[in-house]
């Protein structure tokens, strides 16, 4: 099936640090999703984006719609233990009857105490 | 409000077998997506059902179907078992089409076919 190109695929960081990802795709999309998923749980909506070019922010966490609608960025802040997980980016585009998301391959954020 | 419930947790089964997998959205919501979760290929889409009709569908065989009941409640069936149908199966319940409103996923049955 199709996939987002997600990176990076994982990262090791220190307490405090930021953290970049970023997401691209072959196709455009009018929505882009920014998702985390604990160990045993489903992934949980972090930021939603409907606009090429919108950057959004939520606490720590901010992120961008590319302006060719076809890739995404999520940059968090100041990172915490909590923080730990995977982020998925989720790109849709609504032709009527086919609105399905399609997801990016992840990025496991650990924090190296 | 309870968020989605998704049962069993944990399903283990042998090739050739079916499994049926059940979710149950949150209060009030009409749409249901399923979705596959294995490392190698990573979330994909199966199939979303709204008001008792399936919607949309992903690029998945005939094994997979799945239905969804008056109270909105969904089952995903799958048939003949593979095992690389060994995945992490989610679902995920909107207030109406997923395209148009946020989704919200359960803790996924985790399925182990040998």
């Known amino acids: 099936g199709q996939q987002l190109n997600q990176s990076p695929q994982s990262m090791f960081i220190q307490e405090g640090e930021d953290v970049s990802m970023n997401c691209t795709s072959s196709s455009i999309f009018n929505t882009w999703l920014w998702y985390k998923q604990d160990p045993g749980e489903g992934p949980v909506l972090l930021i939603a984006l409907y606009k090429a070019g919108e950057l959004t922010s939520n606490g720590r966490l901010t992120a961008q719609f590319g302006i060719t609608r076809k890739d995404s960025f999520l940059n968090i802040s100041a990172s915490i233990p909590s923080d730990v997980g995977i982020y998925f980016c989720a790109g849709q585009i609504s032709n009527f009857g086919n609105e399905k998301l399609t997801f990016g391959t992840g990025t496991r954020l650990t924090i190296i105490p | 409000k309870a968020g989605v419930t998704q049962t069993p947790r944990y399903l283990i089964k042998t090739r050739g077998q079916q499994v049926t997998l059940s979710c149950s959205p949150i209060s009030g919501h009409r749409s249901v997506s399923w979705y596959q979760q294995t490392p190698g290929q990573g979330l994909q889409f199966l199939f979303e059902y709204f008001s008792e009709t399936q919607r949309n569908k992903g690029n998945f065989p005939g094994r997979f179907s799945g239905r969804q009941f008056s109270n909105s409640r969904s089952e995903m069936n799958v048939s003949t078992l593979e095992l690389g149908d060994s995945a992490l199966y989610l679902c995920?319940?909107?207030?109406?089409?997923?395209?148009?409103?946020?989704?919200?996923f359960g803790p996924g049955t985790r399925l182990t076919v040998l």
């Open positions: 995920a319940s909107s207030l109406r089409l997923a395209a148009e409103n946020e989704q919200f």
